[in-house]
């Protein structure tokens, strides 16, 4: 098994949601085999910005459906999109 790079970009429900705290709680929800890359904040639209994430984490049946269920989860986080997915 390799490694694989999952690419998500996370929306916040709104332009008033706790940014650096969506960020701080998205290590906890990572797989024990995954961990956080970089991320990245970026204006998206109407005052409302996107977290970029990079998530590093062993090629594995189900992995990035376990990463995007517990991002998913996470307080304050609209929608996850899984942007890019590439074998390391």
Known sequence: MGE???KYRIMPESP???IENIISKISEVIP???SL???EVKPF???????MVA???IDRDGFATE???GLNGLPEVQT???EEQSLI
């Open 37 to 39: 890359g970089a991320h």
């Open 16 to 18: 008033d949601s706790d």
């Open 55 to 57: 998530i590093l984490g």
């Open 80 to 82: 996850v999109v899984l």
């Open 45 to 51: 639209a109407f005052g409302l910005k996107a977290i």
């Open 4 to 6: 694989v790079a999952l």
């Open 67 to 69: 990463v995007e269920e």
């Open 32 to 34: 024990e085999d995954g």
